[in-house]
C-alpha cells in the first residue's frame, strides 16, 4: 500500500492512499450523493476532481447548487453541447454563447442551419447520449503559441485573438471525447455529472437552461441584452479581444467619445419621452447594486431641466424604518433589502400630498444612528415639477400602492455589458457590477475587496428576491454598462484583490475576478469625462456621488 494522507472532511479524520482522485475520494465519503458534488475545497484551495490528494488536509465538496458548482455545471453544459454539435453543423457553422438569460444561456447558430423544434431534438438526444456514456472531461497545457493556432484552424477567431494578449506561457485546453476548447473557470470531471438541462426555443435561437428553473417571459431583458451587442458588433468590439485590438491600436479616445455620446443620446430620448406626458409626476429607477443608479438619476435630470421640468430626487432610502424596527432576515440579521423596512404607509401619505399640491417635510434617515429624521426638507410640486424617486424597490407597486398608475413612469437600470470573453464564454453582469462595488466602496467607505466580495451573496439574495422579478414591469430598460470599463476598473481592482490573503474565505474569488481582469489590457482614465458613469465608481465625478 502506499503512502496514507489524513484528510479532514465535516471534522472526522480519514486515511486514504494518496494519489487518490477528488471525485474517488467524494464516491467514498457520499456514496449516495457523489454526483451532486461538483468541485472541491482542498487545503483552501478551490479544485476540480480529477485532482489527486498528495498531502494532508481539509476537504469540502461543492454541489452544483452551490455558486462556484453551478458555473462549473454550465460552462460543462456548454462543452456537451459544443460536443453534440459536431455532429450536427456544417464545418464552417459554430454555436455561439451570447449571454444569460434567466436560469440559462441564449444561444445562437452562425450560418444557414435552422433552429427549429426538429433541431433541437436532434441536439438533446445526442447530448443525452453523451450523458450516458459517462465520457471524462480532461485538462491539457498547452503553449498558448500553439494553442492561439489550434483555435484559429477551429475558426474560433474570437479564442486566437484573446490568448493574443495572454502573458502565461502556457494555457489549459479542455477536451471531451476530441472536442477541444477554452474555459474561463473549472469543469465537472465527466458527462455523467450533466444530465439535469433542456433547451428551449427562444426568438431566433435558443436557450440553454441548468435544472428545473421555469423560465418566466423577459422580452425587454432580451432586447436590452441582444441591441447592447448589436452596438458592440458596429463598433466591432463584441468581444475582450476586440477591445484590446482597440486599445492596443491607440483608439481608446474615439472608443470613450463614441461610448459617451451613445448614452447621453439615449438619456436625452428618456427625458423627452418622460416630458412629453405631464401627467408623469414620479420617476421610480430601480437596480440591482453597483448599476449606477445615481450618475443615472443626476444625467437624466439634467436632461429635463434642458427640456423645462424641475426634477427633485429622492431616494427611498430615507423611509426606512429605524434601525430598530428593521424585519429580520432568515439568518437572524436585520434584512435592510426588504420592502417591509421600508415605512410604506408614509411614504404614499407623502407621494399624495405632493400629488395634490400640499407642501410636504420630508424625512432625512441618518444611517450613522440608524434613525428617520426631520431637518427641514420641504417640498411642493408646482406645474413643471416632477419626483425622481430611486431605491431598489422603486419598480414594487406594494410601494406606491396609492399612486395613479399614469403618474409613475419605472426605470430599470443595470450594467448589461456589451462584451463576451470568446465564442463560448459570456462575459457576466454580475462579475461586472461586483467589481465596480469593489472599486467604489474602497474609495468611497474604506471597503476591502474582502469585505464587499464577503458581503456580495446577502446583496445578490436581496437583488434575486426583490429587484429582478420586477425588472420586465419597467416601462423602459436603461443599459449603464460600458464598452471600455473593464479595461479602467482593472487598475483600480486589481491591486485590492490581490491583497486578499491566500487562507482567506475570500481568496477563490478574487483569484477569478484577478484571472478574469487578467484578460484586459489596462486603458488610460484621462480623456474619462467627469459626467461619465463610470467616474461613480473610480472617483472624478462632477455630481455628487
Known sequence: MGDICKIIYEGKVCEIEK????????????????????????????????????????????????????RAMMRS??????????????????????????????????GTTVVDEAFLQKLESLMRELVAKDLPITKSAYPTAVAQEMFRDF???????????????????YDLDGCKDYFYGYMVPSTAYLSDFRLKLYEDGFVLIFGDAQEEATPKLFTALRRSREWGSLMEINTVGALNDAIASGRTDEIILVQEALMEERIGALAR????????KFIMIAGPSSSGKTTFSHRLSVQLRALGVRPHPVALDNYYFNRDQMPIDEFGEKDFEAIEGLDIELFNQDMQKLLAGERVELPTFNFNIGKREYKGNFMQLAKNDILVLEGIHGLNDRL????????????????????????????????????????????????????????????HRGETRNIFPLQEEADVMFNSALIYEMAVLKLYAQPQLYAIDRGCPEYSEAKRLIKLLDYFMPMPTEAIVSTSLIREFIGGSCFNV
Open 155 to 173: 475558426g474560433m477567431k474570437d479564442k486566437e485573438k484573446l490568448l493574443r494578449y495572454r502573458s502565461a506561457s502556457n494555457t489549459n485546453i
Open 400 to 459: 406606491s400602492y396609492t399612486l395613479p398608475k399614469e403618474s409613475k413612469f419605472k426605470i430599470y437600470i443595470s450594467a448589461l455589458t456589451q462584451l463576451a470573453i470568446d465564442e463560448h464564454n459570456p462575459l457576466s453582469t454580475t462579475d461586472g457590477r461586483l467589481i465596480r462595488r469593489i472599486v467604489r466602496d474602497a474609495r468611497t467607505r474604506g471597503t476591502t475587496a474582502q469585505e464587499t466580495i464577503a458581503m456580495w451573496d446577502s446583496v
Open 273 to 280: 419621452q418622460i416630458a412629453e406626458d405631464p401627467s408623469r
Open 77 to 110: 453544459l456548454v462543452f456537451l453541447m459544443q460536443r453534440a454539435l459536431l455532429d450536427i453543423l456544417k464545418d464552417d457553422e459554430q454555436v455561439r454563447v451570447e449571454f444569460s438569460l434567466g436560469q440559462g444561456y441564449f444561444c445562437s447558430i452562425t
Open 19 to 70: 494519489g487518490t482522485t477528488l471525485r474517488d475520494l467524494a464516491i467514498s465519503l457520499e456514496p449516495e450523493r457523489y454526483m451532486e458534488l461538483v468541485l472541491c475545497i482542498y487545503d483552501g484551495k478551490l479544485c476540480e476532481l480529477y485532482k489527486t490528494v498528495k498531502k494532508d488536509g481539509e476537504v469540502r465538496f461543492l454541489s452544483k447548487d452551490e455558486k462556484n458548482g453551478r
